[in-house]
């Protein structure tokens, strides 16, 4: 058997979240629709952790977070004063010959097109990336709404609300975690680049004074997150925009990049938005959204330090980290080192035979009722479990055997080393919560 390791490579992420359920595409039943997916139980499981470690890291940094959950659309005048009618934009260009489309960004338009050879460009024209409707019946200019580009906006929008029905002060932050949409010229590279995402972004509202060294603190604190979910220290790091990258509204932004098997590419934005954002919708809807400095008795419009991560991409990311391939038991196997704080499923339970079944049911049922996801896995030899196990990075497996029921213990078999070790049933639970501590 060749043990050499190949690459890890996107196909091979792919067809693994196919296999397992992770991920599907979107409407394959009617040949798809193009980068937008949908989430079967163990990806649906995967995001649910990611979700709730990223909000876990942001309490964990700072006292004064608050939450909130804004609506998909909002009406044109917000996308007016945030900017994103006029700057949200990505150049586009197609092939006059086969009429393929790109980004004309990602091109060196001197050179033939990559699908058909030939060299018939068309001019380059800025395409905005907001899905556009209307609401209602009518579709005249007054109905028009657009699908957020992202969570942000919602949030400024409703600082007045927040300030006055939370009783905060600056500084203070709002999470928000939620679907955003982008009409995407060339979704590519399966959930890095989607149409349909989902976000999590924390504002974080502060005078001018304090914003650079809130913005080294936020850029810290989130990469440090990454190492308590188990991302791998040398495949991330920090990268501070120069300042001809930086978007309109932002005085500082750093991205914290993965390497991905294409590249260091963004996984998370950390931007100082100075105070541009309230200062527009200010302006736009002729309210007042400064708030009072007890210290210096005059009114300012707070800044904001903004972190920005989508959750499909840290999927990604995770998954990418995590897969791993090696020999157990003479096979090749596939195996995913997920943390155990993000893997799906905690922990199997195995019966060797039928008879084993009822006893181990109950420690089955147990587990469920103490808030733990586990799996019961019946069917299949016990290689075969093993295998499709370790493959949803369950990291641990028990299993009954004939001298269980004598003993009144399981055996544990952990995902990463395949070591077994006997352990009492009464340890079960202490075992998992340290597992996942
Ligand atoms: P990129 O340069 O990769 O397009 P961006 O700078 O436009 O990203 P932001 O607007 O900063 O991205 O969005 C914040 C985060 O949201 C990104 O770091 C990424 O994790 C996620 N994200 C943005 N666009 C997409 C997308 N099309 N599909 C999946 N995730 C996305």
């Known amino acids: 058997m060749n043990t050499e390791k190949t690459p890890i490579t996107l196909e ?22 193009n980068g937008v997916y949908d989430f079967g139980h163990v990806g649906t499981l995967l995001k649910q952790n990611i979700r709730k470690s990223w909000l876990a890291s942001i309490n964990a940094a700072s006292d004064d977070i608050l939450m909130m959950e ?21 150049p586009m260009v197609d092939c006059l010959n086969c009429k393929h489309r790109y980004r004309a960004d990602e091109l060196d338009l001197n050179k033939p097109c990559p699908h058909c050879g030939q060299k018939k460009w068309t001019d380059v024209r800025m395409f905005n990336m907001m899905f556009k409707t209307h609401l209602g019946a009518s579709e005249d200019q007054a109905s028009v709404a657009y699908l957020r580009p992202e969570t942000a906006q919602a949030i400024f929008v409703n600082f007045k609300n927040i300030i006055s029905t939370n009783r905060v002060k600056i ?14 010229i060339n979704p590519k590279q399966f959930l890095f680049r989607m149409r349909e995402f989902e976000q999590m972004e924390l504002e974080w ?11 080294e603190f936020w850029s810290q604190k989130r990469l440090g997150f990454y190492e308590t979910i188990g991302i791998k220290k040398n495949n991330i790091r920090l990268r501070a925009h120069e300042k001809d990258e930086l ?26 938005r100075t105070n541009f954002d309230l200062t527009q919708h200010g302006n736009f809807s002729k309210k007042d959204l400064s708030v009072f400095d007890d210290e210096t008795k005059s009114s300012f419009v707070p800044h904001v330090v903004e972190c920005s991560v989508g959750v499909d991409r840290l999927f990604l990311t995770a998954l990418f980290d995590a897969y791993d391939e090696d ?4 096979e090749q196997r596939i195996v995913l080192r997920l943390s155990p704080i993000l893997a799906p499923i905690k922990a199997a339970l195995m019966p060797l035979t039928k008879k084993q079944v009822e006893p181990l049911e109950k420690i089955y049922r147990d587990l469920k009722r103490a808030g733990y996801m586990v799996q019961f896995d019946e069917s299949g030899s016990i290689g075969k479990r093993y295998r499709r196990q370790d493959e949803i990075g369950t990291p641990v497996c028990f299993t009954y055997d004939f001298e269980s029921e004598t003993d009144r213990c399981v055996t544990a078999r952990n995902r990463d080393t395949m070591q077994q070790e006997r352990i009492s049933i009464d340890k079960i639970e202490e075992y998992l919560a340290q597992l996942i501590k």
């Not at 500084?171 to 995407?184: D, M, S, W, Y």
């Not at 020999?327 to 003479?330: H, I, K, L, Q």
Request: negative net charge; proline residues 3%.
């Open 12 to 33: 091979k992420i792919v067809s693994l979240c196919k296999r397992r359920g992770f991920v599907y595409q979107s409407a394959e039943l009617y040949g798809g629709l």
């Open 327 to 330: 020999v157990a038991e003479g």
């Open 171 to 184: 500084p203070f932050g709002v999470t928000q975690i939620g679907k955003a949409f982008r009409n995407e």
């Open 247 to 272: 978007s309109h509204y932002s005085s500082a932004t750093s991205d914290i990049e993965y390497q991905f098997p294409f590249g260091w590419k963004e996984l998370e934005g950390i931007a100082y």
């Open 70 to 90: 804004g609506a998909l659309l909002a009406p044109q005048e917000v996308w007016n004063a945030s900017g994103h009618l006029a700057n949200f934009n990505d």
């Open 205 to 215: 509202f502060c005078s001018e004074k304090t914003a650079q060294t809130d913005f």
